[in-house]
């Protein structure tokens, strides 16, 4: 009686792994039509192939059965020119990967920067706390009350724009300063109809005040390269600059009573 001639462990641990990886593919892709995503793949991969190779290698002849063949690989005279081509062509195809995986992409990325991302209930800064359900700009009620000394309170804020702020905003709020091309994100374009024209004033200082540093930890990593105007500027002086923002694009800021 002819003994039947078992499949090498290598050869299983080899076909156990594809069959898992290419189950998952057709059960999520296929069936269900959903996308799994490929860093959850990578995890999923990994649970199976440390399970797999903990059974394989659950007894010491089973450990020495599947590394037999990588042991005569390296240590066997007559598979010398095997052995070499391995050594050569496993480089070759781990530098292409490394190569390919490095080059730039031209796509658009998947990342999308979140204009207005949701402020914190209560913030310092300027030694002190602010509620932003509660904070207004001193400045707003002499709109009505004064108008002239109003005109003078936004011309002071467009120079202290200017001399601060239109850099990376640009001369025309519109986010096309000098340093905005070295900037990713590129710097806000206040004119848009998408932003300050849907805040509230007190946003606008927590973000000017706090800057990037100050950005909510929740759903991070933020992206912006804006300085903390606290250390630079005074509070009154960003209220100021806040009014510059409202007048010269045309919008009224957003309370809590018109929502």
Known sequence: MTQKRRIPRLLQFALII???????ILVFDVLLGQLIPKSLLTMYMVFVVSGVLMVF?????GAQELIAPIKALVEDPSKKII???LFVILPILAGYYTHTSMLPSFDAPIELRTIHPAPPSN???FGKSFSLASLENPYRKF??????YYRELIRDGGDIYIKNCQYCHGDKLD???????GLNPSPINFRDVGTIAQLQESFLFWRIATGGPGLPAEAAPWISSMPVWENFLTEEEVWK??????????RQPRS???E
């Open 123 to 125: 913030f310092k800064a």
């Open 175 to 181: 986010g096309k300063g000098p340093y905005a091309a």
């Open 143 to 148: 709109e009505k009350e004064a108008p002239q």
């Open 256 to 258: 809590w009573t018109n």
């Open 83 to 85: 052995r070499n081509l």
């Open 241 to 250: 600059v806040i009014l510059f923002l409202y007048d010269y694009t045309g």
């Open 57 to 61: 290698t659950f007894t010491d002849e």
């Open 18 to 24: 594809l069959g898992v990886y290419f189950s998952f």
